[in-house]
């Protein structure tokens, strides 16, 4: 906690009004904002600690008492990150962080909120707030992606839903394969079956979520009882704090992109991991063909509109459209994720659905998070999700006079 102090101090920049703009403004809720463009102070690092919530957010006593008024708003959330990053070294034993295993089919999952998925998926009793932050703050990853693909999704095409008809019937298509008709298989010779390809879900750009422990991955896989899932975890930052795992394999003929294959999870659940562009993997064909019932691609907080990683998906997203699979995405808030649609909408020139208009996730990650380059930068993982496909266009007839 003291490096961390250590690197904030070293970084960040006082937010006082009094001081000039380090850098230009991201959003019109950005604190760097309130800031002259050249007049004013000269930048300073921050150095003081707040008394309340213990983080260093202005360069003296004098210019956090004066903007006191401003940091009140971040004040308990500050302390609140400061307070969940102590208990997490505390040392204390975590029962949030057991989870359970696969339930009777007849035991329907309620989605309506946190409370009631953890109810219904028969997790222990988390009694306190602080315990149910650590614990959303892993899980909103796998059930972010099985909220939205499940037949009893919160996300409805009712009026004032966020679900689009365009939506429903691509999200219908992929509920078709993962809720499938009981088909009378067993366990003996009569029962017997063929068993359909796993759902194979693309998740692009991929970073923390695909260190995440094995074990909370499994909870999607638990959602959908008789179907396989293939998660596919595609992106440069793919290996990020999987250090154990270095060095990576050989391309071979048979693995040409090196890929990590983790088959041995459970009978429901293969894990690759491919340290590449997405664009450099549909150019070779290596997952082709796509289909609608079995494929979905996943963003986390892609940045897809942000200035400093738009160049990177310029050569993805036409691919992506091109499949004409659903493409689901998060981000911080709701400007994050209505930048990321207009840069996609002005990229592709009405060649577009959206199947779920931005809004908040319901599963969102319960615990913020703070930018150790801008403490007044907080966030919480997935707040908010949206969905767009690349556009079909129906078959029309005409006839033709002779």
């Given at each position: 906690?003291?490096?961390?102090a250590?690197f904030?101090k070293q ?10 703009q ?8 950005d ?15 921050v150095?003081?600690?707040?008394p ?8 003296s ?20 990150i ?19 295993g ?37 899980l909103t ?7 939205v693909?499940h037949?009893?999704s ?16 691509s999200l ?57 899932f ?23 003929p048979?693995?040409p992109?090196?890929?990590i294959?983790?088959d ?18 549909h ?9 609608p ?9 892609p940045?897809?509109g ?18 004409k ?6 981000g911080y808030?709701?400007?994050?994720m209505?930048?990321?649609r ?6 592709m020139?009405g ?7 931005p ?7 319960l ?19 949206w969905?767009?496909r690349?556009?079909?266009?129906e078959?029309?007839?005409r006839d033709?006079?002779?």
């Amino acid at each position: 906690m003291r490096q961390r102090a250590a690197f904030i101090k070293q970084h960040a920049y006082c937010p006082h009004p009094g001081h000039h703009q380090t850098r230009l403004p991201t959003n019109p809720d950005d604190p760097e904002a309130r800031k002259p463009a050249r007049t004013g102070q000269p930048p300073a690092h921050v150095r003081f600690e707040c008394p309340d919530c213990g983080v260093p957010v202005y360069c003296s006593e004098s210019h956090w008492a004066d903007d006191y008024e401003a940091h009140m708003e971040l004040c308990e959330t500050l302390r609140e990150i400061n307070e969940d990053d102590h208990d997490l070294r505390s040392g204390r034993f975590f029962p949030e962080f057991e989870y359970p295993g696969a339930q009777m089919e007849e035991a329907l999952v309620n989605m309506t909120s946190w409370d009631t998925y953890l109810y219904s998926r028969e997790f222990r009793a988390i009694d306190d707030e602080r315990s149910l932050r650590q614990a959303t703050r892993l899980l909103t990853y796998p059930v972010t992606v099985g909220s939205v693909l499940h037949e009893l999704s919160p996300y409805s095409i009712r009026s004032g839903g966020q679900l689009t008809a365009e939506g429903l019937k691509s999200l219908s298509a992929l509920r078709y394969t993962l809720h499938p008709p009981r088909s009378g298989s067993g366990l003996d010779i009569k029962g017997l079956r063929p068993n359909p390809p796993p759902v194979r879900i693309f998740i692009l750009g991929a970073r923390a979520e695909s260190s995440l422990p094995r074990e909370v991955w499994a909870q999607l896989a638990h959602m959908f009882p008789r179907v396989a899932f293939h998660l596919i975890f595609i992106g440069p930052e793919s290996m990020a704090n999987r250090d154990s795992e270095f060095p990576l394999p050989e391309r071979t003929p048979e693995n040409p992109f090196g890929a990590i294959i983790e088959d041995r999870i459970s009978h429901q659940l293969k894990i690759s991991t491919f340290v590449e562009y997405y664009h450099t993997l549909h150019t070779a064909g290596a997952f082709a063909p796509y289909d609608p019932y079995f494929d979905c691609f996943m963003l986390f907080h892609p940045g897809l509109g942000h200035p400093a990683s738009a160049h990177e998906w310029e050569a993805t997203l036409p691919l992506l459209l091109e499949t004409k699979v659903p493409v689901l995405a998060t981000g911080y808030t709701a400007w994050d994720m209505q930048r990321d649609r207009s840069w996609v909408e002005e990229k592709m020139a009405g060649e577009v659905d959206i199947l779920l208009k931005p809004g908040e996730n319901r599963f969102r990650s319960l615990r913020w998070d703070l930018n150790d380059l801008d403490p007044q930068d907080v966030s919480c993982g997935n707040w908010g999700v949206w969905g767009f496909r690349g556009k079909r266009y129906e078959t029309t007839h005409r006839d033709i006079e002779g």
